[in-house]
């Protein structure tokens, strides 16, 4: 009996720990090779409106990947893109983090991609490849970029970024690199039903 109560305290904690966020205070330090493009330029790529907010163009940005490859985000164009914006060191992170492998597989063949952006390490710091490379191995991520990311990315008015007040902060875009839900912490339904609808054109 008193083996059962453990498992149910256990079981709770675990999905207390899933169901809502990390909270957050990031402060970072950007490094000199990252790049952010934001200026317009033609249609499958920079827009003039791009910004953090639903309704806007997301804002181009690149950053290398888990193995050191660079990956940008209007190369994506025509895709429905899931920006992940996780740390090292955030429970719930972990928790959507093994789900990557599965979202890939069940909707990669649709042109879905979950994209990990990586904001910092176990202690708070800027990420490296090396570190994006230990998230993707210790959570089976093959399919899928992490990202190596910065404050570049951030935002608190929304004119050219987003503005990561929880942990993880999930921002779904469109085909056409339209932002169309941020989600502050981890929804696994919320999430996926976005994602459906997406791809059958709703």
Not at 6 to 31: E, G, Q, R, V, Y
Not at 35 to 48: I, R, S
Not at 64 to 81: A, T, V
Not at 163 to 183: A, G, H, W, Y
Request: charged share 25%; proline share 2%.
């Amino acid at each position: 009996m008193k083996a059962r109560y453990t498992k149910i305290i256990t079981l709770a904690i675990l999905i207390a720990l899933l169901c809502f966020s990390c909270s957050t205070d990031l402060k970072l330090t950007k490094p000199a090779e990252a790049e952010v493009t934001v200026a317009p330029k033609n249609e499958v790529g920079n827009w003039k409106d791009c910004g953090g907010k639903i309704g806007e163009h997301a804002c181009n940005f690149a950053f290398k990947d888990q193995n050191g490859n660079d990956w940008r985000l209007y190369d994506h164009y025509n895709d429905i893109i899931v920006l992940d914006f996780s740390t090292m060191w955030c429970s719930v992170c972990m928790g959507a983090a093994g789900r990557v492998e599965e979202f890939q597989d069940r909707y990669g063949k649709e042109d879905a991609i979950w994209v990990t952006v990586l904001l910092q390490d176990l202690n708070g710091r800027l990420p490296t490849v090396q570190h994006a490379y230990e998230w993707a191995r210790a959570f089976d991520i093959e399919t899928a970029p992490v990202l190596v990311a910065d404050e570049s990315v951030f935002d608190i008015v929304l004119e050219e970024g987003y503005n990561v007040e929880s942990l993880p902060t999930i921002v779904i875009i469109d085909r056409k690199m339209v932002n169309i839900q941020i989600m502050a912490g981890w929804n696994q339904y919320q999430l996926i039903k976005q994602v459906e609808q997406l791809i059958l054109g709703m």
